[in-house]
Every structure is written in structure tokens, then in C-alpha cells.
Nanobody, 113 residues
Framework: VQLQASGGGSVQAGGSLRLSCTAS????????MGWYRQAPGKERELVAS?????NYVDSVKGRFTISRDNAKNTLYLQMNSLKPEDTAVYFC??????????WGKGTLVTVSS
């Protein structure tokens, strides 16, 4: 599975962005997908996941929405009301039921105050 993330950019606080992650190759057996982010000097954190259920880190609840279009093999992250602390490199991740872990190259989101 190859993942291609896109949609990052620079916005002012309060703005919106939509990240996309398109998968190529066989996604048979993929049972969870998610978005992570890594800010400078910080560890990578899980922002949103979609598997058995949908989960968000507390800091983005009510502002971010994870969704997917199975027909397009694409995972989305709609980010609204962006804050400077959302600035990070965002990565998409797919997990296989047999233990495989696939990562896309990151896409940079910069939010200015």
C-alpha cells in the first residue's frame, strides 16, 4: 500500500484546510486509518482515527472531522477553526489487520496568528 497525502498549506488562525490521503495498491485487510501530526520538537501524536469507531484527540474535537471515500480509496481530514498550535507535519496512516503499518509522506500545515 502506498499513501499519498496532500492538502497542507499556510492559513491564518480561524481558517480551514482539508487534507487528503489517497491509497494505491491493495487495501484488502486494512482495518484502521488515521491522521497523525508532529510539531517541531514534539513527538508524533494521533489526531484522528477511523476504524471500529471514530476517535479524536481532545485538542481537535469539534474542529476536525475524519472521513473517507471508499470508492476513491481516499481518507480526509477536514480541519476548521485552525489554531497556531495545530501547526505541524500531518501524516496519514493505514493499519492492516495482520500487523502491517503504512505511512504517507507528511504534509505541512502552518497556522499563523
Amino acid at each position: 500500500v502506498q499513501l499519498q497525502a496532500s492538502g497542507g498549506g499556510s492559513v491564518q488562525a480561524g481558517g480551514s484546510l482539508r487534507l487528503s490521503c489517497t491509497a494505491s495498491g491493495s487495501i484488502f485487510g486494512i482495518n484502521a486509518m488515521g491522521w497523525y501530526r508532529q510539531a517541531p520538537g514534539k513527538e508524533r501524536e494521533l489526531v484522528a482515527s477511523s476504524g471500529v469507531g471514530i476517535n479524536y484527540v481532545d485538542s481537535v474535537k469539534g474542529r476536525f472531522t475524519i472521513s473517507r471515500d471508499n470508492a476513491k480509496n481516499t481518507l480526509y481530514l477536514q480541519m476548521n477553526s485552525l489554531k497556531p498550535e495545530d501547526t505541524a507535519v500531518y501524516f496519514c496512516n493505514y493499519k492492516h489487520s495482520l500487523g502491517g503499518d503504512y505511512w504517507g509522506k507528511g504534509t505541512l500545515v502552518t497556522v499563523s496568528s
